[in-house]
Each structure stands twice: as structure tokens, then as C-alpha cells.
């Protein structure tokens, strides 16, 4: 099945604790992204990267890195965490970035930071 | 910037009726696409149905219709037939074609109730 993995789907964590969320696609997607969901906000894109090795900064990358060495997979990394990114995440993939039909997305990693 | 605003943060209807969830939106550009994601509680964004902005027909797909006003940068969400699984959070969304194409850009989400 064509599916967008992330993981874990839940996460409590500590402030200052290093975590990492993974995400993974089996389509061969060029195009990977991440977005935070807060109400009221909607989603907005923290980083993006339009095939490997090839990463930018969307509208909301402070305190987020990633990377992107394989095509299948682009981890978002949290290197020292704080309640502000408390948060639904969610990774992206599309074929290419012009594609032009809207994203497959992962089913989401609520993160709780406290 | 483009920007998208969904100004109902939530909507009700009873089984079987129609509503219409709003969604503006602000560009300069000529090409574009416009979407609206259907999010239940179990998270998963699910695409409802998607229009190119160059095409003027009206995208439909089954219950979900949309009205694209592109004069006035509207694209609502119509819903027939409204069915306890149309319950959701309703979200919608705008991707450049050329300038910006590297994101969609999201409303705020408009919280549907369907009451039996």
C-alpha cells in the first residue's frame, strides 16, 4: 500500500531532550515535507526538501532541524525541545514539488513537551 | 504572501442537508491550485477534492462540489446528502504553481457537526 509512515504516533517528552520523529514513504517521492498543526493556526510548513540531500527552511523552522539522505525517509529532529512545540505533526510527500494534485500525508505525531 | 482564511471556525447541519464551508484567499498569482482536506478524528488528512485554477468548471466528486470564484478568490465546499461520517475538520488550502510552490498553504480549519 502507498503510504506515508510516521513514527511515534504519540510522544510525551521533557524539555531540553533531544527527539527525533521519523517519517517514511514507499512512492518514490522526490518532494518531503513537515508541517505543525495548532488550532486556530491550521498547518504550517517547518521544513521541506525536494529530493535528497536537498533541504530549505519553510515558515516555521526554529528549534527544527532535518535531514534527508535517503530518498524514503526525512526525520524531524528536535534538538532541544520546549512546551512551544507542543504540537501536531505531520510529514508530507509528493511526487515532485510542481506536482500538481496535493499531498499524501502521514497519519500524524501528537507531541507533548513538558 | 499568499495567505487563506476560513472564516467559519465551526458549522453544523443535519443529516441529509447541504452546507457550504467557506475559504478566501489572497494572491498575485495566475496559477494555482486549491484544495480541501477532509481531517476526522483519527488525524488522517484526506484530500476531498482539488482545482486548477486555470480551468473555470467547477470541480465535483460525488456529495462534494465546489463553487471557485476566481474574480473574488473564493473556493467553498459544498456537501449533499450530509452523512454522519462527513464529521470532521475541514480544511482548505492553496498551492502556487510556479512562485511558492514549495508549500500549500493552509486556512485555519472549519469544525463540521452533523446532527441525525
Known amino acids: 500500500e502507498a503510504q506515508v509512515t510516521q513514527n511515534p504516533r504519540y510522544l510525551i517528552t521533557v524539555t531540553g531532550k533531544k527527539l527525533t520523529v521519523t517519517c517514511s514513504q514507499n512512492m518514490n517521492h522526490e518532494y518531503m515535507s513537515w508541517y505543525r498543526q495548532d488550532p486556530g493556526l491550521g498547518l504550517r510548513q517547518i521544513y521541506y526538501s525536494m529530493n535528497v540531500e536537498v533541504t530549505d527552511k519553510g515558515d516555521v523552522p526554529e528549534g527544527y532541524k532535518v535531514s534527508r539522505k535517503e530518498k524514503r525517509n526525512f526525520p524531524l529532529i528536535l534538538e532541544s525541545p520546549s512546551p512551544n512545540q507542543t504540537s501536531l505533526y505531520f510529514c508530507a510527500s509528493s511526487p515532485h514539488l510542481r506536482a500538481n494534485y496535493g499531498y499524501t500525508f502521514g497519519s500524524g505525531t501528537r507531541l507533548t513537551v513538558v | 504572501a499568499q495567505t487563506v482564511t476560513q472564516s467559519q471556525p465551526e458549522m453544523s447541519v443535519q443529516e441529509a442537508e447541504t452546507v457550504t464551508l467557506s475559504c478566501t484567499y489572497d494572491?498575485?498569482?495566475?496559477?494555482?491550485?486549491l484544495f480541501w482536506y477532509k481531517q476526522p478524528p483519527s488525524r488522517q488528512m484526506i484530500l476531498v477534492i482539488r482545482q486548477e485554477a486555470y480551468k473555470q468548471q467547477n470541480a465535483t466528486e460525488n456529495r462534494f462540489s465546489v463553487n471557485f470564484q476566481k474574480a473574488a478568490k473564493s473556493f467553498s465546499l459544498k456537501i449533499s446528502d450530509s452523512q454522519l461520517g462527513d464529521a470532521a475538520m475541514y480544511f482548505c488550502a492553496y498551492r502556487a504553481g510556479l512562485q511558492g510552490a514549495q508549500k500549500l498553504v493552509f486556512g485555519q480549519g472549519t469544525r463540521l457537526t452533523i446532527n441525525p
Open positions: 494572491t498575485s498569482e495566475s496559477d494555482y491550485y
